[in-house]
């Protein structure tokens, strides 16, 4: 009988002993590794896994346990209390959970504490709660990046004092970037659905080590909705349906989602149709934001109208239709395949800051200005595979392919004669990336090859609209293939358990060939084929140290290029009016250099400072100078005597900036937040002279209180950004008047602005959820810096979503 007694007690006291606790995250619900779980007296420390899981048979049932992640709230349990929580606990952020995981540095899934560079993301919640119209819109809601818009279906990030070909777009790790985007804005993001992004990362300074050429001021990794296997046999499906609307832009949108599958293989269906009216501005601002007068054609003339509502700015209206298909294969745990198909198209939509372009006569420049429909398509096929070899643990092979079609149709004010300028780009790429992981040293190897090829087909036609008549006219670029051939590598090693290091080398062979025959006619250009062929050395090293639980730093230093592409080599085009710019066949790539320092600090476990200052120099910028065509400094381009301008590699771009960010979380339901980016760029416009560079904003930044339980939250955000005199405007912006205000001398400015707004999300049920909105409550009439056409005034947004 004793026996029997004390068996059972050793059973029960063992089986006690042996449970496995397991951590979440209190809003995610999502499991947390590297929690610390400890026992202060005996100095017993264990750690919990990537399911979160901690095993308990190191304690004993009298242990006061000390439960501690860094941007977690601490808490403190005893044995049983454990118990009576059923061994499942959850932790609540403090501020900011530093602990999450990010895959834009590597490729790789990696924690964030371990990448010696910022990086900023932006959830699917935080897009739910927002209501960002287009993916620039949502790259704009981080605060960390400023978006620059020529007409309302666009969207042209600046970042770091960069901007368009001089970033790089990454979707699933695939770049978007191809050999003709080009120097000036931007508004190819437009093209990815903000319904169908899973997660957004941005991760800023030079990514050329992973990502090669364009990666300079930084990396915008968009993560689509990933097909989700099921544990059992049973086939499960689950989604959502969105419908939305707003009154600034009158915007009727639509978004369903599948997920669907089983135990070895699934998929995702996706689909939106976006149909955006013309964009009302605000009532309160500068008057020559306003649109007084519109452009209409009747009996075969162009007349000046009075616009109704000068509020109203037409045209600006554009529909677009979004597709993405995704499937998943699992034969085995050591293998996964997926194959991805992104399609989207917009219809024509107007170039709105050169329908406000007025001749000094009075008289408008263009009658018509609008971008045909853009179409983007991408298959991507992806292999992982996990092997404990000696060469790699973990293997991604990814083959895509992109097709990038767009046009630029443009007609002069009562001239018959409609130009129109077509593009396609067949944009080809395989990477093979690599993991090693030596876990007895803390070592990991991240490494891989990238082949990319683009092929660019350009044409132009000109058409006369009274005759009918038909006929070929320049085209905008050469035919061409432009092609990258990269080999890279990054080596991270952990000295201690307070810092790491993390370095890295690229080397990249690009080459461009085109062929400028078929302009010859138009445009007597010295050569009819170029042919470059250059070579880019790259590296990095950062240093990652965290010194106490409630403080890390980082420093980085990096190098990035830009590879000339067909954009800078072989464009003509009319880049302000009276000039013209021409190809130049003899360019190098840009190189930049970038030092970047990195402060954060928790105090109390409630409030988290994050300072991060860096410097980035470019040399070799390629810049517009003066230029000859056969020993002539002008000529005639669409129908227009113009100063003939070529890109050079004559210049530096030197940028300045800081970057911060406080956070305050007054208890699990209320936090405070903001951000503030300061940047100041100096560039060699011409020769001997310096301007402000063209991309660095003004001081711009964000502010938010917010309020959150288990079926509300509440956002009240303030955006702002700063101005600039005439005299602090680049120089080339201030030959674009009519983008600007005008100050008390007759001289444009870009005034500074401050919006105020509500937004909220409701849980009504598990199975639907509201979204309301009230922006710019207090119908501020603002262009942001750059921007020809003005951001939406005061404005209701309502979105209805049933997640089944």
Same mark, same amino acid.
């Given at each position: 009988m004793r026996i029997s007694?004390? &068996?059972?007690? =050793? &059973? *029960? *006291?063992f089986h006690s002993f042996s449970q496995t606790l397991v951590i979440k995250d209190w809003e995610s619900k999502k499991p947390l590794e590297f929690v610390t779980v400890t026992d202060l007296e005996r100095k017993i420390l264990v750690v919990s896994n990537e399911k979160g899981e901690v095993d308990l048979s190191s304690f004993t049932p009298i242990d006061k346990l000390e439960i501690r992640l860094f941007g977690y709230r601490t808490l403190t349990k005893t044995y049983s209390q454990l118990q009576v929580e059923n061994f499942t606990l959850y932790l609540n952020p403090s501020v900011v959970n530093l602990q999450q995981a990010v895959v834009s540095a590597t490729k790789w899934e990696q924690n964030r504490q371990e990448i010696p560079s910022k990086i900023t993301s932006t959830s699917k919640a935080n897009r739910e709660l927002l209501n960002p119209q287009t993916a620039a819109d949502l790259l704009g809601i981080s605060g960390d990046v400023f978006i620059q818009k020529s007409q309302q279906g666009g969207g042209s990030p600046m970042i770091r004092g960069f901007s368009t070909n001089r970033l790089l777009y990454s979707v699933d790790g695939v770049r978007m970037n191809t050999a003709i985007f080009r120097s000036g804005n931007l508004h190819n993001v437009i093209s990815l659905d903000p319904f169908a992004i899973e997660n957004l990362e941005v991760f800023f300074g030079p990514g050329s080590i992973i990502y090669g050429s364009d990666a300079i001021g930084a990396v915008m990794s968009f993560q689509t909705l990933n097909p989700e296997l099921v544990e059992n046999e049973n086939k499960k499906v689950k989604g959502s349906i969105t419908l939305r609307g707003n009154t600034a832009n009158n915007e009727k949108t639509g978004h369903v989602h599948l997920k669907y599958g089983g135990r070895n293989w699934a998929g995702v269906s996706s689909i939106t149709r976006n149909d955006f009216g013309d964009l009302r501005m605000g009532s309160r601002g500068p008057e020559e934001f306003k649109r007084p007068v519109i452009i209409e054609r009747e009996d075969g003339i162009d007349r000046i109208s009075p616009n109704p509502n000068p509020l109203i700015q037409v045209p600006t209206g554009y529909q677009q239709t979004s597709l993405m298909q995704k499937i998943r294969y699992v034969p085995k745990d050591r293998w996964d395949f997926q194959y991805a198909f992104h399609y989207s198209e917009t219809s024509d939509f107007p170039r709105y800051d050169r329908l406000i372009r007025f001749r000094p006569n009075g008289i408008p420049r263009s009658a018509e200005w609008f971008y045909g429909p853009q179409i983007w398509m991408m298959n991507h096929f992806k292999v992982s595979h996990r092997n404990n070899s000696r060469f790699f643990d973990q293997m991604n092979l990814s083959l895509s392919h992109q097709k990038f079609e767009e046009s630029r149709v443009d007609r002069n004010f009562n001239d018959p004669i409609r130009r129109t300028r077509n593009e396609k780009v067949d944009a080809y790429a395989v990477n093979l990336d690599f993991l090693k992981e030596w876990p007895e040293k803390e070592t990991k190897l991240f490494y891989g090859a990238e082949l990319v090829s683009n092929k660019v087909n350009s044409n132009g036609t000109e058409l006369d609209i009274l005759t009918g008549i038909s006929s070929r006219s320049a085209s905008r670029y050469p035919n061409a293939n432009w092609g990258s051939q990269a080999l890279y590598a990054n080596f991270q090693q952990r000295l201690s358990t307070k810092s790491l290091i993390q370095s890295g080398i690229r080397y990249n062979r690009f080459t461009l060939d085109a062929d400028f025959s078929q302009n010859l006619e138009f445009y007597p250009l010295p050569f009819s084929k170029s042919k470059n062929e250059k070579g880019a050395l790259n590296g990095s090293l950062g240093w990652v140290y965290t010194p106490q639980e409630t403080w890390i730093f980082h420093v980085n230093a990096s190098t990035g290029f830009r590879a000339p592409n067909v954009d800078d080599i072989g464009k003509v085009f009319d880049s302000e009016p009276g000039t013209v710019l021409i190809p130049n066949p003899n360019l190098k790539a840009e190189y930049a250099y970038n030092l970047e320092v990195n402060a954060g600090k928790i105090i109390s476990e409630s409030i988290m400072l994050d300072f991060t200052t860096y410097y980035t120099k470019l040399n070799n910028a390629l810049v517009r100078r003066e230029a000859t065509l056969n020993d002539k400094d002008s000529i005639i381009y669409d129908g227009e005597l113009s100063r003939v301008l070529s890109l050079q590699n004559a210049a530096f771009v030197e940028i300045i900036g800081i970057q911060a960010a406080l956070e305050v979380k007054f208890d699990k339901n209320w936090t405070f937040s903001s951000k503030l980016n300061i940047q100041k760029g100096t560039e060699e416009p011409e020769y001997g002279t310096r301007s402000p560079s063209r991309h660095a904003p003004p001081t /711009?930044?964000?502010?938010? &209180? @917010? =309020?959150?339980?288990?079926? #509300?939250?509440?956002?009240? /955000?303030? @955006? =702002?950004?700063?101005? /600039?005199?005439?005299?602090? #405007?680049? &120089? @080339? @912006?201030?030959?674009k008047p009519e983008l600007y205000a005008i100050d008390e001398n007759g001289r444009p400015y870009s005034p500074s602005w401050v919006t105020l707004n509500l937004v909220s999300k409701y849980q009504i049920n598990n199975l639907f959820f509201l979204s309301a909105g009230f922006e710019n409550i207090t119908d501020v009439r603002y262009r942001t810096y750059s921007s020809g056409v003005a951001a939406p005034g005061r404005n209701f947004t309502l979105s209805l979503t049933a997640n089944f």
């Open positions: 007694i004390f &068996l059972c007690f =050793y &059973l *029960t *006291t /711009f930044g964000v502010s938010r &209180l @917010e =309020y959150k339980n288990s079926k #509300l939250r509440v956002q009240l /955000f303030s @955006e =702002y950004a700063g101005g /600039f005199r005439f005299d602090q #405007l680049p &120089l @080339e @912006e201030r030959g």
